[in-house]
């Protein structure tokens, strides 16, 4: 059974930084490609940042040279550095990978005031 768990979301004033991290157990995890989504309220998902298995990293437009994305994994997880967070960047952040199959965390609400 595949699970992703999202932690690390919080309030957060603007220019001010978060890191989220994403415990994944049932995958081979070192073989998966994992990716940060996020939701805001009123909006479609949409696509933030991933890695894949050699550490290959990719992100929006909206957040590139603000966030970083890495991989553990010794410890099965993968993390999200958000730093210079914006109030748009406010939005429930959710982990997941497309290891045989499509799998999403229960997300993270992340809110930062302006």
């Known amino acids: 059974q595949v699970q992703l768990v999202e932690s690390g979301g919080g309030l957060v004033q603007a220019g001010g930084s978060l890191r989220l991290s994403c415990a994944a157990s049932?995958?081979?995890?070192?073989?998966?490609?994992m990716g940060w989504y996020r939701q805001a309220p009123g909006k479609s998902r949409e696509f933030v940042a991933t890695i894949t298995s050699g550490s290959a990293t990719n992100y929006a437009d909206s957040v590139k040279g603000r966030f970083t994305i890495s991989r553990d994994n010794a410890k099965n997880t993968v993390n999200l550095q958000m730093n210079s967070l914006k109030p748009e960047d406010t939005a429930v952040y959710y982990c997941s990978t497309d290891w045989r199959g499509s799998y999403w965390g229960q997300g993270t609400q992340v809110t930062v005031s302006s």
């Open positions: 049932g995958i081979i995890f070192s073989m998966a490609t």
